[in-house]
């Protein structure tokens, strides 16, 4: 029997996407994990990522600036005044649902924010708390 | 009057009819000319301000822009290459024949071109820009109400605390 092309193709993304399309849960066992090879007693805090979120981390800038403190409404960006929808699963089903989006953002947020990456331990501690906001 | 003839030429009616509708539909954008469209372009340039329009920057500004992205404007909007070579494909496809240079250098800001300038220059004045709502020229969207969609036509133009004439 011969398999069109299209149905290899069809079977081959199926295969691919689980890694691709996540859950913000996915993503939070995924960071917790990473942190915890740095530190075995590693545990993601709500109330440290809060904290990571409010703070200037010696720029201009921190993650409320364009994001609020309150993650379940939506945001401004502080340079060109863009609406920004809430980060928030709770309020946002889209949010952390895409490992390419979700890996560029931090990338570049942190960058802007801290003049670096961020850790895993620091993204896991964000995502708690984003996941305990309404 | 044969009534094949006349099936065809209602036909040919409607399909003109049809054609005239879709076109309204697309060719508002940006004052009357078409914004062409690409999906990644416009979510990734549209992210942080509106995704401003190709024909506003010559290729050679577009190659200036594309090529600082990760310290843009204070903003990191770095790019995978894949990504970004093709963004600049579109971007230099549907680029501005106009110079938008100065000194020599390409421009990297649409709202410091000639033409932006004398766009604008006469009409909006100065403590419109200082309102927190509009902050800057490069916020299209505060006084162009369609400028997500790429509409820039005179009859969408909203000043925000009125229009003063």
């Known amino acids: 029997m011969r398999i069109p092309p299209f149905v290899l193709a069809a079977f081959a ?14 993503f939070l066992d995924a960071f917790a994990r990473e942190a915890r090879q740095a530190d075995t007693a590693f545990a993601a805090s709500a109330a440290r990522g ?5 703070a200037s981390h010696g720029g201009e800038w921190s993650c409320a600036s364009c994001h609020t403190e309150k993650p379940g409404t939506p945001g401004r960006h ?30 570049r947020n ?20 984003l996941l305990a906001a309404k | 009057m044969n009534p094949l003839r006349n099936t065809l030429r209602l036909a040919a009616m409607y399909a003109i009819a049809a054609a005239c509708l879709a076109h309204s539909f ?14 990644a372009w416009k979510q990734e340039c549209g992210s942080c301000h509106v995704a401003y329009p190709p024909r506003l920057l010559s290729a050679d ?9 990760d310290r843009h404007f204070g903003a990191d909007a770095s790019l995978e290459p894949a ?4 963004i600049l494909a579109f971007l230099e496809r549907n680029a501005g024949r106009r110079d938008t240079s100065a000194g020599g250098r390409p421009l990297l800001r649409v709202t410091q071109t000639r033409w932006f300038v004398k766009e604008h220059r006469d009409e909006v004045p100065a403590e419109v820009l200082r309102r927190p709502d509009v902050k800057s020229f490069a916020n299209c969207g505060a006084c ?10 005179e009859r969408d133009i909203r000043i925000p605390g009125g229009r003063p004439r």
């Open chain 2, 83 to 86: 990504a970004r070579d093709d």
């Open chain 1, 110 to 129: 942190c960058n802007d924010v801290a003049g670096r990456a961020c850790t895993a331990g620091e993204k896991a501690d964000v995502l708690a708390w």
């Open chain 2, 61 to 69: 500004s577009w190659r200036a822009v594309m090529a600082g992205l």
């Open chain 1, 13 to 26: 993304l199926a295969a691919v996407l689980p890694t691709v399309a996540a859950t913000p849960a996915q």
């Open chain 2, 26 to 39: 697309s060719a508002h954008a940006d004052g009357g000319k078409r914004v062409p469209d690409h999906p």
């Open chain 1, 50 to 54: 809060r904290a990571f979120f409010s």
């Open chain 1, 78 to 107: 502080a340079a060109t005044g863009k609406a920004i929808s809430p980060l928030a699963p709770a309020a946002n089903p889209d949010r952390f649902t895409s490992a390419g989006k979700v890996e560029k953002w931090f990338r």
């Open chain 2, 144 to 153: 162009h109400s369609g400028a997500d969609r790429g509409v820039y036509a």
